[in-house]
């Protein structure tokens, strides 16, 4: 590499911003100025953005009433979101620019072609995995261009990049694997260049295209994987997710309204947390960046002066045992019971097997003598999984169960951490205990409904006394003083 191209890349940082950062044309211009700032401290910058927010979750309501064959439902969801855009889209340029024309234009190009979506898929009445994924992809698909053409307003040169002929995957619609390799190739050709002439790139993050081409998706959330796959393709210098919140807190602000900036947290404790359920951040964005050691904040885009939370390789220590508590929703859990052989050599693999078969990812897994409980977070293939786990064992299944999960690389240095998250929740039945094997989460699996009562619980038997040096304050001090 050229010392050029090497202090480019220092300099480069990958800018995330989430459905709230773009939501109306008040937070467009918001996030174009935090863009702008960063221009103006000499970074270049790459820009990837999530759709409007709440645009994705209309979008899947719209292919879903086509493929009821709801033809008029699904272009009535079509024909608010085509008005919310145009209207997002007056608002942020003025009536009187030269380039609204140019912008509405191509929104409308973008609607037209998805009505006709919408109107195929009702004729058809059969939503495929495959089509479900090009409907989701009008959302990033909308949202780059309006920001793209946004940062002119700002002083900045944007350049709209088609994302699905950057981020390449596999054709596991739905929930793609990126091919990092083919991503890497793909933005030297495509990114790299506007970077190199002073240009600032905008792209939709969570949707790519597969070596066909044809259009897939990342999952929900998937807009965080793309800015960490477009960080560790371009060997950026940082990684910067903007969402609607300090950093990532002590736990869902939304459940603890008093939860607590965490200031640092390591790679290995985000990415548990993201695992499970923590959705300030997908569960695989830390991964290419951990992969090229970039660093990543999280930070607010309606507070951007604050200094949101850096998520580095080594945690400092700390003196308070966990970072941050999650849960995951929407679990079922599985009880296999070894009614002929009882835990036989190749009973677990058989067991295992069957899973992996059906490519459904496994959560946590508790066995006694004779028994196996293992819980999931899909329950797409279900009953074939237990049809075929019957036989080799008697299976019953439970849904709405939640798992809730202490995260923090100092439960070793801590005794007797068991004891006080089991009488922190007392109260609440569990079901499921595990202490990960990665010695820096604690888990356990309780009824749905008791998720918000046992996280304020453990939120306040652990975060009332924490260490300053981790965690921000702030908020706890009296209003005069901060
Ligand atoms: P974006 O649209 O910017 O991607 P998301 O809604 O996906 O934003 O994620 C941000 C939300 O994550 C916050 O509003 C918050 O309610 C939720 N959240 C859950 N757990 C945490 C946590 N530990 N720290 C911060 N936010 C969290
Ligand atoms: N728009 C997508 C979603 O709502 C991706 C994202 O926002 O990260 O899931
Ligand atoms: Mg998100």
Redesign the pocket.
Known sequence: MTTAMSTLRENLVVMKF??TSVEDAVAIARTAGIVQGRRNKGLAAVVVV??MAK???QLIAAAAAAGRGDRSGALAISARLRNRHIDTAVALLGESDARLPGLHAALHVEFDALDDLLRGIAAVGELTPRTNDLV?SF??RLSSRMVAEAFAQHGLEGAHVEARHCIITDDHYGKATPLPEAIEAALHQHVLPLIEAGKTPVMG??IGSNLQGITTTL??????YTAALVGGGLHAGAIEIWTDVNGIMTTDPRICPDALRVKTISFEEAAELAYFGAKVL?PATILPAVQKSIPVWVLNSHNPGNEGTQIVAMSPRCASPFKSIAAKKRLTIIDVVASRMLMSHGYLKAVFDVFDKYQCAIDMVSTSEVSISLTVDSNEKLPEICAELGKIADVKYEGHKALICLVGEDIRGHNGIAGRVFSAVSHVNIRMISQGASEINMSFMIDEEDVEEAIRSLHRAFFTDPDPTVFDLTARLPAASR
């Open positions: 989430g459905g999530s759709a645009v994705t979750d989701t959302g990033e993050g969570f999952g929900r959330g998937g807009s965080d997908h």
